[in-house]
């Protein structure tokens, strides 16, 4: 009875040990390898980490090489306005003559050449504009021969008949008003306007 | 019919009234002589329009036919004062006429007599209350030369003025054996857009459609249709507008490049007009009437050739050119045969001369020539070429006869702005037509002959 009390005091004491310890000796078995675990875990990491460097250098370059884009697009689209404008340059006539006058107006004129000869796909609509002292109706014809004259200048330095159209309005559309030689002397003028391929204008000589 | 009236102690009884009515100094009137001291033999025939039964729609027309008699300048306008003591010195209800129990006026041609006139016009109801008639009296053969009848009875109805106008133009006739020229219109260009106005300056009206952009106007020979250039897109193309019917059509030919200063020939068969290009600027014809065969006039390669104008028997066309340097005055065959200088000019020294217009009875070609650096209005006589200055004073330009050969509407700045005015050539009598905005290339139409629609 005795040994049976031991037994049974002895299978408890054990069974208590196990309650208390019972996980104890299955944990032991993988502490040895955790640090396996750990490396693995920290190659993974490392992985990831490289990945994301990876994806976010890539992020970078995809921004920066869009902010070149972006830049480059503004450079060209800033050049272009800037080309425009050396495109609409207006030059000026003397009083019911449709003659180029040599110096300032020949620069401009000239400096249109050089646009257009940069850039084949541009075309340019001339208007042929006068003061409001001659006839009304004349004044169709004068502005028709003025802005003729611009184009004559230009193709007779090698731009193609095509790319250039004219027209005129004659006294029509004074862009300063008022009766006095200031204003008569602007408006007589040829203006210059973009028909087709002023998107891209490319700078002569770039 | 009439009889005669008016005792000669009536007639006395007005001398001190009437003498005051004298448009030019006369002397003192002296007992025994006769009153008929505002008309000058030989000159303008003295016109009264008589008062008479009152009501607002007569009222109306006798003021529109005293003003379109008036501005024929074929008559010396003779008005009575409005004060009371003409009325009560007749003591008949009415300064000037009496209205009779059968409807005719009871016409004092005695006191019309006394007070210069050679005609008398007047304004009477029928029994038809939407027909009004005008009659129109021969003073010194005392008896009614013609009636003419005026349909509608709101005064400012469309109808009703023409229908006056043409009253008018016909007492003109009664009188003169032409016509007058109220029954027509005038178009102009007023910040790009079309107006019309008829020729006592009423009824401003625009034409063109709202955002057209609108340049040197012309009337086909009816007077009902406008013929303009619309700039749109760089181009110029000449529509046909049938003002009175709202219909109006491109003229084929001209949807491209830059066509304007249309003019049709007389029989409205054929429109020449200007066609600018790099080429320079040619006169062009197209057949309106059969649609086609568009017909190169000018050939000009370093000249410009413009602002066409057709004689009124079709058969020729006077422009204006540049192969002379400036411009100046051409004419040639209506088939581009024959160019020749029209109005003479020395070279360098006469100014430059734009838009002719040659006069309905064939006569005369009006133009614009600059003097001193201002444009001024010319008449040519076609006959002798023998050239004449009109105005000097301010901007004068851009003339446009009227159907009587006689008046010229023209723009003028004289005032600031650019308005239509119009001169007598014969007396060099002015008046202002427009006031309102600006106007410039003026078109005056041929006597419209057909009722307008409202």
Known sequence: MKLKFFLIGGMAVMMVAAACGGGQPEEVAPAVDSAAIRDSLARLEAQRRAYEDSVRRAREEEDRLRREREEAERRALAMAAEVRNMVATRIHFDFDKSEIRPGTDTDVLQSKLDIMQANPALRIEIVGHCDERGSDEYNMALGMRRATAAKMWLVDRGIAEGRVTVRSMGEESPIAMGSNEEAWTQNRRDEFNVTAGGDRLTKPGM | MMRRTAPTTLVFLLLPIVSLLAQDPVPPVEQGVRIGITYTPGLRPGLMVLGGPRADVMDSIRAILRRDLD???????????????????????SADGVMRADGDLFVNYSLHAALGAEYAVAVLPTSDPLETVVAVYDVRGETERRRFSI?????????????????????????????????SRILFISNGRLFRVDADGARREMVSGPGITTFSPAWDPTGTTAVYTELYDGWGRIVVHDVAAGTRRVVPATEQLLNYTAA?????AT??????????????RYNLARDC?????????FSDNLSP????????????????????IYVMSADGTGQELFAPFDYG???NSNAPEWS?????????????????????DVRSRVVRQLTSYGRNEDPTWAADARHLAFISSRTGRRQVWIIDVESGRVRQLTTVGDARLPAWSPRIQEPMQP
């Open chain 2, 71 to 93: 501005h024929s300048d074929r008559f010396e306008m003779i008005t009575l004062p409005t004060g009371d003591s003409i009325v009560l010195g007749i003591s008949s209800g």
């Open chain 2, 151 to 183: 349909i509608g009875t709101q005064p400012g109805d469309e109808r009703l003025r023409m229908s006056v106008h043409r009253a008018a133009d016909e007492i003109v006739r009664v009188v003169t054996g032409e016509p007058g020229f109220a029954a």
């Open chain 2, 264 to 268: 049709v020939a007389p029989d409205g």
């Open chain 2, 271 to 284: 429109v020449a007009f200007s066609r600018s290009s790099e080429e320079g600027t040619d006169i062009y």
């Open chain 2, 293 to 301: 065969c568009l017909e190169r006039l000018t050939v000009g390669r």
């Open chain 2, 309 to 328: 104008t057709f004689s009124p028997d079709g058969r020729q066309i006077a422009f204006v050119t540049t192969r002379v340097g400036g411009q100046q």
């Open chain 2, 349 to 351: 020294v006469t100014g």
């Open chain 2, 360 to 380: 309905p009875d064939g006569l005369q070609v009006a133009f614009h020539r600059d003097v001193m650096g201002s444009p001024q209005i010319f008449l040519m």
